[in-house]
């Protein structure tokens, strides 16, 4: 998903003569009137939506179905024009009103992968229970786009024409929402491999993953006893705390996941209540099913393990079989033509032209194009009273490979891995970046054929993407920072009881260890050979304490060394820009770099010590802290575009943390000001022994129209530290959801 939304361009600036004569409700009163003026709801009894003054709704509904329309109906009351672009972008149609330039590739690449497919494959596997509420779903959406008022901002920017919304659709963005993380990597590589010198970064980018230990180790008794170090990239926190390490008895949850950062936020919350369901949490606008969140009894989240789903083998043009022909619109010019072939591996990846230079046809096999049934997994999992249930909710799911986390009233806790790993004829060749013929897929293990764990002896459970079993052969490409795992199992040994302050600390934690280890060695090891002239950039790193506190310094300083340091140095080893441009482009550089650096005879690492301690001096001059360095700009997709964007650029905050710490915060490094792109952006704790122990937040708002106070009310909150407190019971929801109640009944 993130290798798909940071590739966005919006580069035509024709047509945009709207941007300056929509007019947007500013108010809450007017944002309820839109909703009250719907009229003939087409439901079968009487329903009620609650709104929390954050514009947060709780449905209460007496079937099923009324509940699934309702949802539908408030998901596009809030964030209609976000849903559109995802919608459209997961059907290779941007360019359509986006124009000719920047996204008929983007499209291309849509198209080739065929997300279209895998979600018609995924319509076929679903209940006639899930298509009934994902119908209603739909239905709802769709009321609600006949009778609006007024069209979001993003329909009169992009041209986007109101359309009807179908099922396919729907799964459609969850597929988007599945996509594999792992191609961003496999995608740069490939174009890469013909540059010398690629495999040895190849392999330096797989060997991280070879080195990360397991969360847990399998047993007899499907048990662990230990935390182990792991070493990896990008995503989630999510941690589980066991009924023998609180007072109550019951289990507590936290949930933390990392994604691009956009207002409107890519989550939404909200709650609801049926006769099937009672649940409070995050859904992804487009897709009816509580993602992280919880209900009476248990409780659930999950972070991302970048796990082994796709492979890219050669293929010939006797492989080839299938070729068909698509239609590419593009706004204000002809449209694109694009052949997109099939080979029995899966679509030729080659025919796209970043691929241009490619000596060889390369094929893309990915499980999420063989069909699966995420949604109905979630919805199942949303209905779940117990681990068994929970468990055999994720027998049909393949794609994206998740830790899923598990809690509940009994104080259990737990993690299964969730994904369908392919198994090759040659466990040797898991991880070549390009397989040859002779190597085939066997067969696909599902998720009820994977270890999993239940209340370790610890009495919690970390996930922050590491691997979760050691596997034959490996589950996962790479895996998880040492740095957060070993910052939050510290954190959760440190007491005998727990509870949901102490998680909301866990989840603000700005500490990194592996920094600070670095800078002490940097500092100590040289203090006596180094000259005054640059005892001012060694002198902050002895005394500096490890935390990207937004008021130091001292990370600054650290952050500029180590960057200009590892740029010399990978400069010097690689001697090829696109292959240094790759690595230090990665989250895993300070890792790498930090290993290596430490393995140099002692007059290098001098040397490289001294010369870029000089050169940072002018750099760090331009700022105070690491807060005027480290900053969080909230704003729209639409920011993104040159000049005009800074309408939709809404506010700019000094952050604290950094990639590497528990409240993640990843930026581009260098010497100009880095604005954070990536990381946390909405958390969730709940304490199982009540229904109304939920705390949520999240780095925006939950409105999505713009020009609305609720499209980032809750930024000051995040700032602070601080959560929302959501219960679940009705009664007290009553109480708390009480900014505004719309009663509704069956029309005549």
């Known amino acids: 998903m993130r290798f798909i939304f940071l590739q966005i361009s919006f580069f035509s600036l024709l047509g945009c003569s709207t941007l300056f004569t929509y007019s947007e409700p500013k108010s809450a009163q007017e944002r309820f009137a839109v909703f009250e003026k719907l009229k003939d709801w087409p439901i079968e ?40 672009l995802f919608k459209r972008m997961s059907a290779g149609r941007l360019s359509e009103t986006g124009g000719p330039f920047g996204t008929p590739d983007l499209d291309h690449l849509i198209r080739i992968l065929n997300l279209q497919g895998s979600a018609e494959l995924s319509l076929s596997r679903l209940s006639s229970k899930e298509r009934q509420w994902l119908q209603r ?21 992009m041209n986007f024409k109101p359309e009807a919304w179908t099922l396919t659709d729907a799964l459609r963005v969850g597929r988007l929402a599945s996509a594999d993380a792992n191609w961003s990597s496999l995608f740069s590589f490939l174009a890469l491999k013909d540059e010398k010198g690629w495999n040895e970064v190849w392999s330096q980018y797989i060997n991280q993953g070879e080195n990360s230990l397991p969360s847990f180790t399998q047993s007899d008794a499907i048990d662990f006893d230990q935390y182990l170090k792991t070493i990896g990239r990008s995503g989630s926190n999510s941690f ?14 936290a949930n933390d996941p990392h994604l691009g950062i956009f207002a409107p936020n890519l989550w939404l919350l909200m709650g609801y209540k049926s006769p099937s369901f009672h649940t409070i949490g995050y859904m992804l606008p487009s897709v009816p099913v509580v993602a992280l969140g919880r209900n009476k009894e248990i409780a659930w989240g999950g972070t991302y393990m970048r796990g082994v789903s796709s492979h890219l083998f050669e293929v010939q043009d006797e492989d080839v079989v299938s070729e068909r022909e698509e239609r590419i619109g593009r706004r204000f010019w ?23 230079n490619s000596k060889t046809q390369i094929a893309l096999s990915w499980t999420g194009q063989l069909g699966s049934n995420e949604f109905g997994s979630y919805f199942k999992a949303n209905q779940s009273k117990n681990f068994k249930e929970f468990r055999k909710s994720f027998e049909d ?4 490979g998740l830790n899923l986390t598990y809690a509940d009233n009994l104080g259990n806790v737990a993690l ?18 390009v397989k040859n013929r002779k190597t085939k897929i066997t067969h696909n293990l599902p998720p009820s054929e994977l270890p999993y764990a239940l209340n370790p002896s610890q009495g919690f459970i970390v996930s922050t993407n590491n691997l979760p079993f050691k596997t034959a052969p490996r589950i996962a490409y790479v895996s998880g920072s040492n740095d957060r795992f070993n910052r939050a199992s510290e954190l959760l040994s440190n007491k005998q009881f727990l509870n949901t302050q102490d998680l909301m600390r866990t989840q603000s934690d700005v500490f990194s260890r592996e920094s600070h280890e670095f800078s002490r060695f940097i500092a100590k090891r040289f203090e006596s050979h180094l000259t005054s002239s640059i005892d001012d950039i060694l002198k902050p790193l002895e005394t500096w304490d490890g935390q990207y506190r937004i008021e130091q310094k001292e ?11 590892a740029n010399f140095y990978f400069s010097e080893k690689l001697k090829n820009k696109k292959l240094v441009k790759r690595v230090l482009e990665s989250e895993d550089w300070r890792i790498i770099f930090g290993r290596e650096f430490r393995e140099l005879d002692e007059s290098s690492q001098r040397d490289l010590v001294v010369k870029s301690a000089q050169l940072i001096k002018k750099p760090l001059e331009q700022f105070k802290n690491w807060g005027e360095y480290h900053v969080q700009v909230v704003q729209s997709p639409l920011g993104l575009i040159p000049y005009l964007g800074k309408r939709f650029r809404f506010q700019e905050y000094p952050a604290a943390g950094s990639s590497t710490t528990l409240n993640k915060s990843v930026f581009s490094p260098g010497f100009k000001k880095s604005q954070v792109t990536f990381g946390a952006q909405v958390r969730h704790i709940s304490d199982l022994s009540s229904l109304d122990e939920n705390y949520f937040v999240m780095l925006g708002g939950n409105d999505g129209w713009l020009s609305n106070p609720h499209l980032f009310d809750q930024v000051e909150l995040w700032r602070k530290g601080e959560y929302l407190k959501l219960p679940l019971d009705l009664e007290n929801v009553k109480k708390t959801f009480n900014k505004k109640i719309i009663t509704l009944s069956p029309k005549s």
């Open 45 to 84: 009894k009487k329903l009620i939506v609650y709104w929390h003054d954050r514009m947060i709704p709780f449905v209460e509904a007496q079937t099923d179905s009324d509940c699934a329309f309702a949802i539908g109906v408030v998901h596009a009351h809030l964030r209609l024009g976000q849903m559109e």
């Open 137 to 157: 779903y739909v239905d709802g959406v769709n009321f609600f786009i006949e009778q609006m008022p007024e069209l979001p901002v993003t329909f009169r920017f």
């Open 240 to 253: 589980v705390v066991s009924g023998k390490k609180t007072k109550a008895g019951s289990a507590l949850i």
């Open 334 to 356: 002809f449209d694109k033509k694009v052949k997109i072939r099939e080979s029995s591996q899966g679509p030729i990846l080659t025919d796209h032209p970043n691929f241009k």
């Open 397 to 400: 799911y393949a794609v994206a």
């Open 416 to 433: 299964i891995p969730a994904i369908r790993q392919p198994i090759l004829s040659d466990e040797k060749d898991q991880f070549e970046l």
């Open 555 to 565: 990370p600054l300083v650290f952050e500029f060394l180590t960057w200009q340091m």
